[in-house]
Every structure is written in structure tokens, then in C-alpha cells.
Nanobody, 123 residues
């Protein structure tokens, strides 16, 4: 069992930045990879980025390359998503998800989900 708790969402103006956190716990969470997804109202859940706990393998969706950075802090059992140059179209609920060994790049591939954190970008 893996538990995930997101935090760091909020409201920001276009061009601003936010850093989301995903705190993981559970007996074997280090064998899982962590991914970030988002879901806007009326839209499908979208894959954004993923990372191994060692940080040596990362994935970014084209929509966020160059603006978002995923990273880990093993001492804190936390994965971060640094989001820069935010746009109104980035407004969504952001979720972190865990999948054993390989990346979850589509929602059905995730084994565990956090509860989500709202990000709102105003123009």
C-alpha cells in the first residue's frame, strides 16, 4: 500500500510559479515511480511528468517541457513539480500517482492516487 498526499496548489497570476509537493508513504513506496497528472473541468486526466525515486530517469509531456520540472527529495519521501511561466490553461486539479517499477503515462496505469490539489491561473 502506498499513500500519496499532494500540497502546494493555489491561485497565481499568469507568468507566475508554483511548486507542488507529493509526499509518499508506505512500506515499499521506493519501488514505485511517481507521476504528475492534471485534470481540467470537462477534460480527460492528462499526464505531465514522471520520475524514478533515484531521479535518474524523468519523463515530460510536450505540453510542459521547458516550463515544469519534476524532482525528488528522498530524505523527505517527496516528489516535487516546479511549475514556471504558468498560463490560464494550466488551471486544473493536479494529482500525483504511483506505479510499481515503470512510469504511469496514462491514468489506468497508475496503482495509487493522491487526492489532488487545485491550481488556478488567472489572466
Amino acid at each position: 500500500q502506498v499513500q500519496l498526499v499532494e500540497s502546494g496548489g493555489g491561485m497565481v497570476q499568469a507568468g507566475g510559479s508554483l511548486r507542488l509537493s507529493c509526499a509518499a508513504s508506505g512500506r515499499t513506496f521506493s519501488t514505485y515511480t511517481i507521476a504528475w497528472f492534471r485534470q481540467a473541468p470537462g477534460e480527460e486526466r492528462e499526464s505531465l511528468a514522471a520520475i524514478t525515486w533515484s531521479g535518474d530517469i524523468r519523463y515530460y509531456a510536450d505540453s510542459v517541457k521547458g516550463r515544469f520540472t519534476i524532482s525528488t527529495d528522498n530524505a523527505k519521501n517527496t516528489v516535487y513539480l516546479q511549475m514556471n511561466s504558468l498560463k490560464p490553461e494550466d488551471t486544473a486539479v493536479y494529482y500525483c500517482a504511483a506505479r510499481r517499477r515503470s512510469f504511469a503515462l496514462r491514468p489506468p496505469e497508475a496503482d495509487y492516487w493522491g487526492q489532488g490539489t487545485q491550481v488556478t491561473v488567472s489572466s
